[in-house]
């Protein structure tokens, strides 16, 4: 399995999957963030928009995922105010810009945007920007990995994620190894580094290694960026989580520290518990767990393509259902 979104586009635009296909079978997880924000979490986040006076900022990808009844890019066409951000110091300087107006960024992503949104967080506690708070979705990758294995996936081996393993470092995923029996490699993004990759997960199977390996060498070290995680966890602690498709996973989330509570959308703005809410006919959740292959699914290529999606794997840049119809 390739747990990174980035991963499965390289996989399916360099057409490697057809390359090994008769030796290797390749199956995309729960690498990317917006595909496995819970629906519920979509639903309070369209809340938001249609709260009077308040400015949503995201990264460009969620601006697009489907809720039951709109997108957040419909709740703009209706004259909400939703902007795409690059960076959540955006988000913070736009609210210190416009004091008038409650601006609220979206915090969805894994440990590789999670410190700098953590260093966003101090700064506007800090400078007391009264104005400024945080919808928090954040995922964390191995306690995903343990629930596909949990869950029943057949995996003989991970390669994972070259940008979040330089924040965690290889050593986070040794536990997993030797418990699970399954190897991982931490990897790069480029074509050449996923069969280089590949090549180095066929060895420890072979050779019956139970380690984490690193073929993402220019980059990730087996320790990992701890300053980033030291900044990361003074503004988070650990929490359950909601994952699309797989339910709550114990300690897979992050949720900001008592201290930062005024920096809290859910509390600021008193929103109630996430509303059940399922997209009909959508598999992204078996797609996510690796059980089913994107065109399994009733909808793929029909009904949900990129230009019309009814699920979030076929929106987002790093879903497996958008790499799978644009290249597959």
């Known amino acids: 399995m390739e747990v990174c979104g980035t991963h499965t586009h390289t ?3 360099a057409g490697l999957k057809k390359l090994i296909e008769n030796e290797i079978h390749l199956v995309s997880g729960p690498g990317c963030p917006v595909c496995v924000t819970a629906q519920g979490d979509i639903e309070r986040m369209l809340s938001l928009a249609r709260i ?6 995201t990264f460009g990808d969620m601006i697009r995922v489907p809720g039951v009844e709109s997108s957040l890019q419909e709740e703009r066409a209706k004259g909400a105010d939703v902007r795409i951000v690059y960076s959540p110091r955006d988000a913070l300087e736009l609210a210190r810009s416009n004091p008038s107006s409650q601006v609220v960024f979206l915090a969805v992503g894994f440990e590789t945007t999670a410190p700098a949104i953590a260093a966003t967080a101090l700064q506007a506690l800090d400078a007391g920007v009264k104005n400024f708070s945080l919808y928090v979705s954040h995922k964390l990758i191995v306690p995903a990995m343990r629930a596909v294995l949990d869950g029943g996936a057949a995996l003989q081996g991970f390669l994972t994620p070259g940008h979040v393993s330089v924040i965690l470092g290889a050593d986070a995923y040794r536990p997993v190894a030797e418990e699970y029996r399954v190897p991982c490699v931490a990897t790069g993004f480029e074509p050449a580094d996923i069969m280089e990759g590949l090549a180095m997960l066929l060895e420890l199977v072979a050779g019956k290694r139970m380690e984490s390996a690193i073929q993402y060498t220019r980059a990730v070290t087996p320790e990992g960026n701890a300053r980033a995680r030291d900044i990361m966890f003074q503004a988070f602690r650990e929490c359950d989580a909601h994952w699309r498709g797989i339910g709550v996973i114990p300690g897979s989330g992050l949720a900001l520290r008592d201290e930062f509570a005024s920096l809290d959308a859910v509390k600021r703005f ?22 089913i292959d994107p065109s399994e699914c009733g909808l ?8 019309s999606p009814v699920g979030p794997c076929m929106v987002s840049s790093e879903g497996s259902c958008a790499a799978r119809y644009r290249y597959g």
């Open 11 to 13: 996989i399916a635009r």
């Open 300 to 307: 793929f290529g029909a009904a949900c393509t990129p230009s």
């Open 52 to 57: 009077p006076g308040t400015v949503v900022t």
């Open 270 to 291: 008193s929103l109630p518990a996430p509303p059940e809410a399922q997209l009909k006919g959508c598999r992204c959740g078996e797609v996510l767990k690796g059980l």
